[in-house]
């Protein structure tokens, strides 16, 4: 078995008094790409925002590790800092930050170190063609009047330019026409190998077709309730979710 | 002028030479007080509606109790020589709602305060107003929705339409007080002018002692769209028929808060009326 | 990465503004205010009849005014102790060398003389109520340009002053455009010709150093048709005890298809009462653009007002207000259409902390004689605590039914969903604040030269430190 990059144990997580997270546990090995499927409100969003530590999930029980270091009490630019990256389901819009200046301070943060103006700006070029984004977005200010296919490239050039060790996926692809999806699964492929690892929550087996998959998770009410080789997608999107449901309740 | 009086005013005062500080009315309006009071008690529903054909002055009293729930939908139909005021205040306490509906539709000078106190956590204010002017008449609005209790939510919409040589003045004020944190307000105002005689005066106010709050207003001020007119003539209808109809488009969302068929009717016909003369 | 500073800063270093020096003034008139007063400013300035005259009859229309009744509170403010007159020990010149040396090092830690020779056209400097400087490049000379202090002004140009001063900022127009009437001093004159386009901007600075004194200067702009020019304002003071006041007045000219910008910095101390008039008037086709950074005093009145007098003239203000701990910045703008197919873009951004409070303020008035005026208003509050206020106060006015009008307003504070994306991308949540309170004021920053942009950007850092975390 591989490295283990991020390790959950038992995680019981949520928001003020209602928790949505229930003795949740999974792990992801350094260069896999894992898959978590799962119904509608079964908590998979909320995973991926507690993973990245956001401020309104309170973690009350369990543990989360990133390269063997328990990170339950890092804060999110910490986490970021280490190597974990979440492409949003629906990026922020913030106006007056440009998206190469976002980048740039970004990249300074993760690297502590000083990133030269030119030869960033030349690598932020050449990957926007790689995306088939108009260089001009990149002094556009971030998600401001993107379209939602924009708003996703966007995420996936900060995944290439950043270059974490795992990077959350959550729903890249949702929202997007054909020749979107193939271009983010193209970078997600250009992006994934040996030495990182990703976890994508995803309705659509496109964004998968130029990765292997190693391992699907399903997520129900707030637990890992299955796990499988890829043959679970398949599975999955001709039976649906109501055989495991009842599974489970049986 | 000698024979006036001062109604209402703005919660925040700003420059005299715009006249927008002060609500002034006809002096000796408010001598006879016509007085409601309306309590609506703990987790209680009521629906009143105030249908006025007569001009004076009108107060009402209002106090929504937690949990408790009040529809309360103003028709103003007052004869067009007369004068009318009305004054409402309402309280609203901790999780209760207040649907208010108003048409000011009437009368040849309308002044009308409006307060809303927000005062319950999570309590809920949704006020929607239609004004109409023609002819000479004078229409004075100053609603006020304060937000004092947390999580309150607050939304005023007030559509009007203006020709002939109306002046109206509407203000509307939303005020997030210091503790209201997790509030929301909204105001929108719009307004169609069909003449121009007309005089229009919009003060949408956005006070604020707090920073947890999402606040947003916007005020459109303009004649009606060529591009839906166009659309309307081009099926046959001529530029008043046309006019008439998106004004009613324009109406239809608060008229529509109005479930007493009747009474909407006869608003229905009353405006009707009033454009084809306009 | 800078060291993180927790402590909350309970009044902000301005070091680099508040260095003040010694008062080396050689002349101050009593404080208060008498016609002797006035009579005595008027004499040791050397002004013609007629400007002795209008300064007598604007001190009886001020005794006439009261005190504004909207607005920020003026109790504070005591005329009796406001020295209206200080003239520094130095004559005006055209040389830094001749400026004497503790009024030439302020203006060089402000980084005046180092802008004019890289970036500007010409510059003024005014030390309390006098100007001490002032210089024009040669070649706009030539080519017939005019700018000067009002003084010099006054005496070489008497015909026009005479024809344009205080005519759209009358006397009687407040209180203290009436006293700017009775003790103004100092400001700028600029005249372009026609079809003369100024290609550096020009800028005049304003520094207030005496203590309990005010200061009036009057800038007078007139640009002629199809001519255009850039002015830019600075002004700053360093931190007294006693309070300051400020009522200086700008009189904006824009002829036929002329277009001027006006762009100031404001950064007074905060024991000034930065009471300020502006106004412009635009002739046919004609662009007045104002932006206006107000950052410094205790309490500030401006509303720039631009009155679009002519066929399709235009108005664009951008504006941005920070206020602070102790301040009552009362900012916006107004707009008077006056003719058809006027236009006006007003962009404001306000942000409060640390129990300041900012006021947009602002009045849009259309007239019968101004059928297809267009005009759109959009303004964001940022608050940054609920120690703060925040305001929103607009009036529209408008006659007539082919005007299309629109306005929109925004209140609230930073989301904290915006801060968790910055730092899931590795930024710390102090610079995550720091990069959205900048990115809140850019369509502003944007407008401004480099070098006042950053300016501004340091100012705003300026007061976001010790604020967050």
Known sequence: MAEQLLEIKDLHAGVEDKEILKGLSLSVGKGEVHVILGPNGSGKSTLMNIIMGHPKYTVTSGSMEFEGEDMTEMKTFERSRKGLFLSFQTPEEIPGITVENMLRTAKQAITGEKVKLLPFRKELKATMQELKMDPEYAQRYLNVGFSGGEKKRTEILQLLMLKPKLALLDETDSGLDVDAVQIVSEGVAKFHNEENSCLIITHNTRILEHLKVDKVHVLMNGQIVEEGGPELIEDINSRGFAHIREEQEG | MLNEEIFSAIPMRTWRWLKVNEVPVPAGLSENVQTEKILVETGESKSIVLDRREGGALEVQAHIADGGELNLIYAQLVGEEQAATSRIKVYVGKGAKFNYTTVEAGAKHTAAELTVDMAGDDSFADVWGLYFGDGGRKIDLNYIIRQQGKRTDANMQVRGALLGGAEKTFRGTLDFLEGSKGSVGREDEEVMVLSDHVQNRSVPIMLSHEDDVDGHHAVSIGKMDEEKLFYLMSRGLDLAEAQKLVVEANFQPVLDRIDNDELKAEIDAYLQRRLSNG | ?469
């Open chain 3, 1 to 469: 990465m800078a060291e993180k500073k927790k402590t909350y800063v309970e009044d902000i270093e301005r070091t680099l503004y508040d260095i003040k020096n010694e008062d080396h003034s050689v002349y101050k008139s009593h404080s208060g205010l008498t016609p002797e007063i006035v009579r005595d400013i008027s004499k040791r300035k050397n002004d013609p009849e007629w400007m002795t005259e209008f300064r007598l009859k604007s001190l009886e229309v001020y005794n006439s005014l009261e005190l504004p009744t909207w607005g920020p509170s003026l109790e504070e403010l005591n005329m009796d102790d406001i020295v209206t007159y200080v003239q520094p020990d130095a004559k005006m010149t055209g040389s830094w060398e001749e400026v004497p040396e503790d009024i030439k090092d302020t203006f060089d830690r402000l980084g005046i003389p180092e802008a004019e020779k890289t970036s500007l056209g010409g510059v003024g400097a005014q030390y309390d109520s006098e100007v001490v400087y002032h210089s024009i490049q040669e070649d706009m000379v030539k080519q017939g340009v005019i700018y000067t202090d009002m003084e010099t002004a006054l005496v070489e140009h008497e015909d026009i002053v005479k024809e344009y001063f205080m005519t759209l900022v009358p006397p009687k127009d407040h209180k203290f455009a009436a006293l700017h009437g009775a003790v103004w001093s100092g400001g700028s004159f600029v005249y372009v010709p026609e079809g003369v386009h100024v290609e550096m901007p020009l800028q005049s600075y304003f520094r207030l150093n005496a203590a309990g004194a005010g200061q009036f200067e009057h800038t007078l702009i007139i640009v002629e048709k199809n001519a255009s020019l850039h002015f830019i304002e600075g002004c700053s003071a360093p931190k007294h005890n006693v309070t300051n006041l400020h009522a200086g007045c700008v009189e904006l000219f824009v002829k036929e298809g002329a277009r001027l910008r006006y762009s100031t910095i404001e950064n007074w101390s905060r024991n000034m009462m930065n009471l300020n008039t502006k106004r412009a008037l635009v002739e046919k086709d004609g662009i007045i653009e104002w932006v206006s950074g107000s950052f410094g005093s205790h309490i500030s009145c401006l509303y720039p007002c631009s009155v679009l007098h002519g066929e399709n003239a235009r108005c664009e203000f951008t504006g941005v207000t920070f206020a602070s701990k102790g301040q009552n910045l009362d900012t916006g703008a107004s707009v008077i259409h006056a003719a058809p197919h006027t236009s006006a873009n007003i962009n404001t951004r306000t942000i409060s902390k640390a129990g300041g409070k900012a006021t947009y303020r602002s009045a849009v008035k259309v007239t019968k004689n101004a059928p297809f005026a267009k005009c759109s208003v959009n303004c964001e509050s940022l608050m940054l605590d609920n120690l703060s206020r925040s305001d929103t106060l607009p009036v529209m006015d408008i006659e007539g039914d082919e005007a299309d009008i629109g306005h929109e307003a925004k209140i609230g504070r930073i989301s904290d969903e915006a801060i968790f994306y910055l730092t899931s991308r590795g930024i710390d949540e102090e610079e995550a604040r720091a990069m959205i309170v900048r990115g809140f004021v850019e369509p502003i920053a944007k407008e401004l030269p480099l070098e006042y942009a950053l300016e501004m950007n340091n100012l705003v850092n300026i007061e976001l430190e010790g604020t967050m975390g």
